[in-house]
């Protein structure tokens, strides 16, 4: 608040103040009062709207200044009516209910939409569990009647279910996964096991390194992330997939290697946006543009970087980096008591 | 014949994994009546316990802790649910094992056969007619001379001992192999088994496994 803009403002005001007094001198010459005793009185009337307008302006300068540094130094603006505190100032304490006002209005509205958003996500959680039932039970019968032809149609389905399920998860604000030692080796297993005929049928082999150690992080989601991977690699024609693991001081460093078709440089910074469907999704197979970006919403909620890089026409390669001792993650461990009952 | 007790409230997949069991050579013992379950759970006599989380009106994990104040009883869990913190409970209040739904039904049998395993009087050394397998030396012995078996072929070894004069497939072999990290090929198992064939041929026991077309080998 500057100087020159509250007298701007005050333009009207200051008008009419020495208008007044321009006037009181004239009437006072006008009844022949001496000279000495109208500059006197016109000083003091002068001298009082001056300071008066002077306390004035201070006052607001300094609520305002405060006003504007909080607004500043905050993060989440609509902190600013209980940071700032309630001011002396008249103007000050109705700007200040408003604020306090629109802010309650504003939580409001965000809560109901965060409860919607909730409700939403743990009916697609129970639905997907409940989806899961008859799968696994026609699932059991292909098993037991020996015919196959089905089980393939079957994964497809379990595959579609487990997208759904994670897209719901990697979204919402709650922390529902436990983080702790994982075994790399055991988690990969796990997630080709699931694949296992796919892999098999298009003629892909795997090969491991390293994988004998344990990262921080949540087994289910990892097999996951490393299902669309290897869904990914299947797509886009891979005859080999190499997965590395290396431990170095600070991190450990997961990449997952194709000969697939690779990614073109220009769509490269694009592959982990939602419904991004590059040249080869196009092209080569059915693409949603939903599986890399679930797989990096997952990887950024767990704390985990990954990026990618690849040479068209050679490989693909994808590069997950795990923290050690990340204390940040053992904090987000959601305690045991704090889990709902069924 | 190892029992094994099914509590699972969806009747089509328990009427199914009673099938599944009866076929891999358990004898499944299912509930039905979801009164005094824990009584029923303690008295069944049952080798091992396959246990759902959601049953009408209990908690399979307030069941587990309540089996484990008494009893050793291996026990699975299955589950549709794929929440972290179910797994860690149920690991936590004695399970041996978790199993999410849907499962890979030869996974499934795996798992079961890896904890009996575990768990059972079995001890590292089980035997083959007059030979000595030692799945922890990775050898089998006869008449004092020995064959050192690589991990692919203990494993294969291991599932066709386990399934003695069954029929064991192609498939079957590979998810025991691919469960143990092992990621072999069409070809490599076909590598692996004549091995393992030629092995066993060294010890004396020619012809130990038959193939039989189409769906997949049997031990003698």
Redesign the interface.
């Known amino acids: 608040m500057r100087l020159k803009d509250y007298i701007r403002d005050r333009l009207p005001a200051l008008v009419i103040c020495v208008a007044a007094i321009a006037l009181a001198v004239l009437f006072m010459t006008a009844y022949r009062l001496p000279g000495e005793g109208i500059g006197i009185i016109g000083g003091i009337l002068a001298l009082g709207a001056l300071s008066a307008g002077l306390w004035d302006f201070l006052r607001r300068k300094r609520w305002y200044g405060k006003l504007l540094r909080c607004a500043e130094e905050l993060d989440k603006k609509y902190l600013l009516a209980e940071t700032v505190g309630k001011p002396e100032l008249l103007d000050g304490r109705i700007l200040y209910e408003v604020l306090r006002q629109g802010n309650a209005s504003m939580c409001e509205q965000v809560a109901n939409y965060r409860r919607e958003s909730r409700d939403f996500r743990e009916y697609i959680e129970l639905w997907v569990h409940e989806i899961k039932l008859p799968v696994a039970g026609l699932q059991l019968m292909c098993h037991n009647n020996g015919d196959q032809r089905y089980s393939e149609q079957l994964r497809r389905i379990d595959g579609c279910i487990e997208n759904v399920l994670y897209y719901a998860r990697s979204g919402s604000a709650e922390k529902d996964y436990i983080i702790k030692p994982v075994s790399l080796k055991r988690t990969f297993a796990d997630a080709a096991l699931r694949s296992r005929e796919e892999l098999q049928e298009r003629g892909i082999s795997l090969r491991t390194e390293g994988l004998d150690t344990e990262v921080v992080t949540d087994g289910k989601w990892l097999t996951f992330i490393f299902g669309q991977l290897m869904a990914n690699s299947m797509k886009y024609g891979a005859e080999e997939i190499f997965v590395s693991a290396q431990v170095l001081p600070d991190r450990t460093e997961l990449r997952f290697r194709d000969d697939g078709c690779g990614i073109a440089e220009s769509e490269l910074p694009y592959i982990f946006e939602r419904s991004f469907t590059g040249s080869n999704g196009r092209t080569q197979a059915k693409s949603t543009g939903m599986g890399l970006y679930i797989v990096r919403k997952l990887c950024r909620k767990l704390g985990h970087g990954i990026s990618a890089s690849s040479e068209q026409g050679k490989f693909t390669e994808i590069c997950m980096t795990f923290g050690r001792n990340d204390l940040h993650d053992v904090r987000q461990q959601p305690r045991l008591q704090d889990r709902k009952d069924p | 014949m190892k029992k094994i007790l099914l509590i699972e409230d ?1 009747t ?2 328990r009427e ?2 009673s ?2 069991l009866k ?1 891999a050579g358990y004898t499944p013992v299912a509930v039905t009546e979801w009164e005094n379950v824990p009584e029923q759970m303690k008295s069944s006599g049952a080798d091992l316990i396959l246990l759902d ?2 049953l009408p009106g209990l ?1 399979g994990e307030a069941l587990l802790q309540e089996l484990r104040r008494e009893s050793s009883t291996p026990v699975i869990m299955l589950t ?6 179910d ?3 149920s690991l936590s209040y004695g399970a041996d094992d978790y199993i999410t ?7 499934l049998l795996l798992r079961i056969s890896a904890v009996l395993k575990r768990t059972g009087k079995t001890g590292a050394v089980q035997s083959y007619h007059d030979a000595q397998v030692s799945s922890v030396k990775g050898s089998i012995s006869r008449n004092g001379s020995e064959q050192i078996l690589t991990k692919n072929e203990m494993i294969i070894f291991q599932l066709l001992l386990d399934r003695q004069g069954e029929i064991v497939t192609r ?1 079957d072999l ?2 025991a192999l ?4 092992e ?1 072999v ?2 070809n490599a198992l076909s590598v692996n088994i004549s091995r393992l064939r030629s092995k066993l041929a060294e010890l004396g026991l020619e012809e130990a496994i038959e193939t039989r077309k189409k769906q997949g080998y049997v031990l003698r």
Do not use: C, H, Q
């Open positions: 969806e089509a997949l199914e994994l099938v599944l076929n989380i959601n908690n549709s649910r794929t929440g972290g913190i797994e860690v409970l739904k849907p499962y890979d039904p030869t996974v498939d590979m998810t691919w469960d143990n990290d990621f090929n069409d």
